[in-house]
C-alpha cells in the first residue's frame, strides 16, 4: 500500500484506462451508428480528459458553463456548443470568446432571447449560432417538438443564427430497464428530428440535430435525422449508470481513496475521512432499485466489498456499514479494516463527487504491482 | 439592479452586516453564560469571516480539515483544534504544523491512534496534545460517556498527551421543536462532563471539556462543566438552522444570485442558471416540517417571494416553483420574472452551498442604494 507515498485522504483517483476504454467503446458505437460524438466536458472539466475523448486532438465538445469554454478554447478547441439557454447578461461574455476566433455555438428556447441574441448579433455585425432547445420529456427546459407557434417565433427571431435544434433525454436517469433507456432515446431522437422537420417545412434552415445523455447514447437504437451526440458521464461511469445498466462497477474510472478513522462496534460502523465534502450530497441512487448510500467501498486496489457501502456521510466522516438489506446473519468484521486502512469509494454521481476535487490523481488500471499514482491531472470549476 | 455591474450569475453573496450580528449575538450568549467560544471556520473557510467571529483578532478556532489548520495558522490563528479523529498517516503533517509554533489540539476515540499519537510524539519528543472524543447521541464517531473502559485505555494511551473531552451533538440537527435541542444540548453536556469525571476519578487530567453545534449551542440552557463551545453555520445561518428555529430567513447571511434564464408555462416554472453545482446538492430541509427544496427564492434585495422555492436542480438548472402545498388556486405569474431577472436564493446548508464557490461577493445589508457588491472575500477548499 505504500501509503506513506500518497497524498493525505481523501484524494480523488481517476483509473486513466478505464477513461480510454470508456471512450473508445461510445466513440466506437456512435462512429458505427453514422453519428458525430460531442463530448460533455462538464463532467471532467479536464483538458487531459477531454482530449482522449475527441480522440487525441481536440475536436468539438459541449460545455455547461462560459467559464468550460474559456478553458477549452483557451487549450486549442475552437468548436463549442455552450448548452444552457443563453441570456442577455452573457452575450458580452461570448462575444469576447468568438472575437478571439471561437466557433461557439449557443441554445435559446423563448423569443425574448432569441430577439436580445439576434440584436446584439446585429449590433456588434456577428454571427451567434444558437440552436433551439426542445423538450422531450417535461425534464427541464425546452420547446415542446409539436409546438409550431414557439418554434416558428423564436426560429424567426432567430433568423440568420438558427442553425438547428437540441434536446437532452434528463429523464433517460430515472428509467428502470434498458428497453425504458431504448423507448426514451426513440422518444428524445423522435422529439428532436419532429421539431427540425416542422422548422424545414416553414422554410427555416436546421442544418443540426443534436441529442444527448449517456443512458441513450449507449441504448439508442437509431439515430436517423440526428447529426451529433452528446454526453459526458460514460468517460467516468459512476453508480447511477450502474444502477441503468449503462455500466458495470469495473466500468467506473472515478474513485475517492479514504482512510478507516474510527470504528463503532455497538453500531457496525466504520468511520471514515470521506464525508459528503469528498463524495458530494450527490444521493442519485435514492431512487433506484439498489440504493448505494454515497458510494460502494471497494479495497484500495478496487475490488468492491460485499454489500459495505457509505451509508452516511457527515461533512468530513464517512460512516461505512453493511447495507440494509445485506445478507442475514453477516455482520462486518470491524478488526479486518483496522485504523488508517485505504478504502476506495466508487461515487454515485461522477460530475458531483469530481466537482469536490481540484485534481485527479492517476491510476492505470492494468499496473500488476498494486495501487500505485502515475501523475495528476487539474481540473477547475467555477463560472 | 445594474446587472452590468455585476458579476456573472451564478456568484456567491455574504451580507457582512447579517455575519457581524450572528457572530455577536452567540459570543455575547456564550459570554453571559460564562464559557468560551471556539468557532468553527468550517462552513466559511474564509480568514475574514474567523477574525470577525473572534472578534477582530486571530482567537482559538476548530477546524475539519489539515488545510483548514494550515490556512488560518498561516495568518496568525496559533490555537487551532483539529476535531476530526486522527490517523497515524496524518501525524507528519501534525508535526510540521507544530513545529512552526502552532497549539495544535487533536482528537481521537480509540486506543490504535491513542497508541500511534503517544509513539511518535515519544519518537519526535513532541507535546500532541489530544482530546478524547464522546459520542452523546450515536451520531458518529466517539466513546459513551459510561463505557469507562473504554475511556481508561485511551487516556493511559495518550498519557501525557491527554487534555480533555470533547463531543458534538449532531443528532440535534434531527430536533423538531427548540424544547428537544435544548434536550438534546443538555445530553451533550451530562455525556461530556460525564466523562470527564470519569477520566478524573482515575486520576487522569481533563482540563478541557468541549461541545458544540449550532443548534445546542443557541438553545442549552446550561453550560456547567463546559470549557468551550464549538460552533460553525451560526456565523451564517442558513434554512436548516431556520426550520429548526435557530433562526428566521432574515438572518440567513448567505445567498446565491442567479439569473431566470427561462419560462416553462405548462409546468410553471421559471428556469435559472443556479443549479446543484450552485446550490450543492444538499436536502437537508427535506427531512423538516417545511421541504424547502434546493432553496428560498427572494427578489434580488433579499425579501423573501412566499412559497417559491427551487424545486428541483440539474447541474446548471435550477427549476423554481410553488411549493407543492402552496395555498390553493395560487399560480406563479411567469411573466413577472422575466428573462434576466436576478433573483437571490437563501441555501439548505451553508456550509454545503458555499463550498461550491472560490469566493463571496459582498453585500451590506444596511445599505438603502438596493443591491450593491461592497467587495469580495476570498475562501479555499480542499485538504
Keep these: 500500500m505504500r501509503s506513506n507515498l500518497l497524498p493525505e485522504t481523501p484524494f480523488l483517483v481517476l483509473d486513466v484506462d478505464l477513461v480510454k476504454e470508456n471512450t ?11 453519428v458525430s460524438l460531442r463530448p460533455h466536458v462538464k463532467t471532467a472539466k479536464c483538458l487531459e480528459v477531454a482530449l482522449i475523448a475527441s480522440g487525441g486532438q ?39 470568446l468568438i472575437e478571439k476566433g471561437l466557433h461557439l455555438s449557443l441554445i435559446c428556447d423563448n423569443v425574448d432571447s432569441a430577439q436580445a441574441l439576434s440584436a446584439f448579433g446585429t449590433i456588434h455585425n456577428l454571427h451567434l449560432p444558437c440552436l433551439i432547445e426542445i423538450d422531450v420529456d417535461s425534464h427541464r427546459s425546452g420547446v415542446k417538438p409539436n409546438d409550431i407557434d414557439t418554434l416558428t417565433r423564436v426560429g424567426n427571431a432567430l433568423g440568420r443564427n438558427l442553425c438547428g435544434v437540441m434536446t437532452h433525454a434528463g429523464d433517460s436517469y430515472n428509467a428502470h430497464s434498458v428497453d425504458a433507456i431504448s423507448a426514451a432515446a426513440e422518444l428524445e431522437r423522435l422529439g428532436v428530428v419532429t421539431a ?9 434552415p436546421c442544418p443540426v440535430v443534436s441529442v444527448g445523455s449517456t443512458p441513450t447514447a449507449t441504448f439508442g437504437k437509431s439515430f436517423e435525422g440526428v447529426t451529433e451526440v452528446r454526453a459526458g458521464v460514460y468517460m467516468f461511469q459512476d453508480l447511477v449508470m450502474a444502477g441503468l445498466g449503462v455500466c458495470g462497477y469495473s466500468d467506473i474510472a472515478l474513485s475517492v481513496i479514504t482512510s478507516v478513522i474510527g470504528h463503532r462496534k455497538d453500531m457496525g460502523w466504520l468511520l471514515t475521512d470521506a464525508g459528503w465534502m469528498a463524495m ?3 444521493r442519485g441512487t435514492a431512487k433506484q432499485a439498489l440504493d ?8 484500495i486496489d ?14 468530513e466522516h464517512g460512516i461505512v456499514s453493511l447495507r440494509e438489506n445485506s445478507a442475514a446473519g453477516k455482520t462486518l468484521r470491524l478488526e479486518e479494516y483496522p485504523i488508517g486502512t485505504l478504502l476506495r469509494v466508487l461515487p454515485n454521481h461522477a460530475c458531483a463527487t469530481a466537482a469536490q476535487f481540484d485534481e485527479y490523481h492517476l491510476i492505470s488500471g492494468r499496473q500488476a504491482n498494486g495501487f500505485e499514482l502515475v501523475g495528476t491531472w487539474p481540473r477547475f470549476r467555477g463560472w
Excluded: W
Excluded at 473508445?24 to 453514422?34: E, I, N, P, T
Excluded at 478496487?302 to 461533512?315: C, E, K, M, W
Design 292 to 299: 448505494q448510500g454515497y458510494g460502494v467501498v471497494c479495497t
Design 280 to 282: 458530494s450530497r450527490d
Design 302 to 315: 478496487g475490488v468492491v466489498i460485499a454489500d459495505l457501502i457509505v451509508s452516511g456521510a457527515n461533512q
Design 24 to 34: 473508445k467503446k461510445m466513440s466506437h458505437r456512435l462512429a458505427k451508428a453514422g
Design 196 to 204: 427540425a422537420n416542422h422548422l424545414r417545412a416553414i422554410g427555416l
Design 58 to 96: 481536440p475536436g468539438p465538445i459541449t460545455v455547461s458553463t462560459l467559464k468550460e469554454a474559456e478553458q477549452f478554447a483557451g487549450a486549442g478547441f475552437n468548436d463549442i456548443l455552450y448548452a444552457v439557454g443563453m441570456i442577455p447578461s452573457k452575450l458580452e461574455h461570448c462575444r469576447a
